[in-house]
């Protein structure tokens, strides 16, 4: 099926340019004739009232003039008809040079944006660097498709890291049935490989809850005021426990009353998943501390470990999904090792919270994680 003819831009506004131009000339033509016959009218009658007839004398000797109005009007006629070629080529060209500039630089943008594709947005608008509308549309257009191919690019990864992850314990989960048919097994064999097999399901079923977190985490937040200090009791006790079975002290720090406007069941995930990771990187006898503080218009919500640390090389890595930095504490208790999907969770919930997620390193050693929600970057938020 052929395409329909794009109509030119150009051609279009020089037609009507032109038009215009001859229908302004024709009234003013018409307009100015209007006035000189009217005004030969009046001269005519006052001549009439005072003289008499035309070709007869008056009481002084004069002979009357005939009205020339046809003469007039002849002229303005031929006036017209020499200025009006000239005004509507030179109206059609000028339209047509002025909207050449701007339909090329058009036509180079619908030919670099019909080259790009969902699976090639390399592909860029031409910005000319004359600074005007056009390049300003183009910039903020590239922008957009920049943004669009990363997106596009991490969601890829993100498939293929999950499709690694899962495929992984069904991997295990399929081999070791496929071993446990070979021959007949006591009931005693048969309870262990059970006990292996629901490991790996428990594994997969933390990885989709995980990923559902993780998508649910890219969402808006649903904020609402909340006492934080008195939300956090229930899960701090949790975070308690799991750093007893690990040997590990947790000391939870802050005002007795703490205010804020926030999406408290998002909060506790990104706050939980910090002190998860801060128990499974301490070594025995060490100690998490969690501190809640109110700032000048910001909450600060700091966990520090006394872990190995983390690199400066690897300060931003960490916050992709199913990167997993590499501790031997994180392994010493079944279940502590992580998926790698905590902190891209906590990332994007304080993003959401249009707050920032930073690493350093404790004053004690080890890693501190410092959430930062500010009221400049989102008037949604309070703090008090």
């Known amino acids: 099926m052929t395409a329909p003819r794009r109509r030119s831009l150009g051609r279009w506004l020089g037609f009507w340019i032109g038009a215009s131009t001859g229908l302004s000339l024709l009234v003013f033509t018409a307009t100015a004739a209007l006035v000189l016959y009217l005004d030969e009218l009046r001269d005519a009658a006052e001549i009439d009232d005072d003289d008499g007839e035309p070709g007869e004398e008056d009481d002084d000797g004069i002979e ?3 009205f020339p109005t046809e003469t007039l009007l002849t002229q303005v006629m031929v006036a017209f008809a020499i200025a009006a070629p000239i005004g509507l080529v030179l109206a059609i060209a000028g339209a047509r040079w002025l909207t050449h500039r701007a339909t090329s630089r058009i036509d180079a943008v619908i030919a670099a944006a019909s080259r790009m594709s969902a699976e090639d947005l390399r ?5 000319t660097g004359a600074g005007d509308e056009l390049d300003a549309l183009a910039s903020a257009l590239n922008a957009l498709f920049a943004r669009i ?3 596009i690019a991490a969601q890829r990864q993100f498939a293929a890291d999950a499709s690694h992850e899962l495929r992984s314990p069904l991997t295990v989960l399929s081999s070791t049935l ?8 006591s009931p005693g064999e048969w309870e262990g490989l059970a006990d292996q097999t629901l490991d790996e399901v428990r594994r997969m079923s933390g990885l989709v809850e995980a990923l559902l977190q993780l998508a649910r985490a890219s969402g808006a937040v649903k904020r609402a005021r909340v006492e934080l200090m008195a939300r956090l009791d ?3 006790q949790r975070w308690t426990e799991a750093a007893g079975r690990a040997e590990v002290k947790l000391v939870f720090a802050g005002p007795e009353e703490l205010v804020a406007q926030v999406d408290a069941d998002a909060l506790e995930i990104a706050i939980g998943n910090l002190v998860s990771n801060a128990i499974a990187y301490s070594p025995p006898g060490g100690t998490v501390t969690l501190r809640m503080q109110a700032e000048a218009e910001a909450l600060v919500v700091t966990v520090d470990d006394q872990g190995p640390g983390i690199p400066a090389a690897e300060r931003e890595r960490i916050f992709a999904p199913f990167v997993r930095a590499t501790a031997p504490t994180a392994d010493r208790t079944p279940g502590r090792a992580g998926l790698g ?3 891209a969770i906590t990332r994007r919930i304080v993003e959401g919270h249009a707050g920032t997620l930073a690493v350093g390193e404790a004053p004690g050693g080890g890693a501190r994680f410092t ?3 500010t009221t400049s970057r989102d008037p949604g ?4």
């Open 178 to 185: 496929e071993v446990a048919r070979r021959r007949p097994r």
């Open 371 to 373: 959430i930062r929600l």
């Open 64 to 66: 009357a003039v005939e």
């Open 123 to 127: 592909e860029r608008l031409p910005v």
């Open 381 to 384: 938020f309070t703090v008090s």
């Open 149 to 151: 191919d990363g997106g």
């Open 234 to 236: 229930g899960p701090v």
């Open 341 to 343: 999907l905590g902190l």
